[in-house]
């Protein structure tokens, strides 16, 4: 990105913008779908023992699913302060982060007795879509992005909300035989993945091609003729 910037190559500098957030949505977007559908699993499997019964399984996991909605907003937000630091605007990535602490604290202060232990995921979540909402709305007021790159951008989203779905259909297929929480989500992690991969695949998601394409390359060298 720096190197674009330094170099006044615009075109290229957004090119690399729509590849590094469709590479962030690819992993994304599945990850915060799976984080939600094995949450309770995940957490029996970690902390449930002793003491840690089924009520605090339940919580814990009620406050892992809000984390996990976190998950694609803080990386798009990282993407955004990377661009920012390439065109050497330090500040507008620093008044973000100060956005997101003061909405995450005030929010905690007023709704704690609402919302309990739960105020702090959803504090965190609410904190890092205003942050993410500003470094949009600041970004794109001085760069517009071709219509066709958003085009883009928006076939890409939608075959990896696709893959996305299969794959939950498939975790909650898993979920469904009962075969206790590690058992659970090993089985989920292994079927769940080669499910959105093969989908990812079979769809030709941008960047589930050119990853097959690096590992054909890389493992499976074609032989030049003689």
């Known amino acids: ?9 615009e075109g290229k500098f957004k090119e690399v ?3 590094m957030l469709s590479q962030i949505l690819f992993f994304a977007l599945p990850s915060t779908v799976a984080m939600i559908i094995l949450s309770t699993p995940i957490i029996g499997a970690v902390l449930g023992t002793g003491k840690f019964d089924a009520d605090s399984i339940a919580m ?6 809000i984390f996990s909605l976190s998950i694609p907003l803080e990386s798009v937000n990282h993407l955004y302060i990377r661009m920012f630091y390439a065109m050497k605007q330090v500040f507008i990535p620093t008044i973000a ?25 959803v504090g965190w979540g609410l904190g890092s879509l205003v942050q993410l909402v500003f470094s949009i709305c600041v970004y794109h007021m001085q760069n517009s992005l071709k219509g066709t790159l958003w085009g883009r951008l928006g076939i890409e989203f939608l075959k990896i909300c696709m893959a996305s779905l299969t794959m939950a259909f498939v975790l909650l297929a898993v979920q469904w035989f ?4 590690v058992y659970t989500v090993l089985l989920s992690v292994a079927l769940g993945g080669a499910t959105y991969l093969g989908v990812n695949l079979l769809i030709r998601t941008k ?8 590992f054909k390359k890389k493992f499976l060298p074609v032989e030049e003729p003689k």
């Open 60 to 65: 814990t996991a009620l406050s892992l699913c």
């Open 1 to 9: 990105l720096s190197k674009y910037v330094t170099q006044k190559e």
């Open 207 to 214: 960047t589930a091609s050119e990853a097959g394409a690096f």
């Open 97 to 121: 982060s100060m956005l997101f602490a003061v909405v995450a604290l005030v929010f905690c202060y007023l709704y704690g007795g609402t919302f309990g232990y739960l105020v702090f995921p």
């Open 17 to 19: 913008y729509g590849k």
């Open 178 to 181: 009962g075969l206790g929480d």
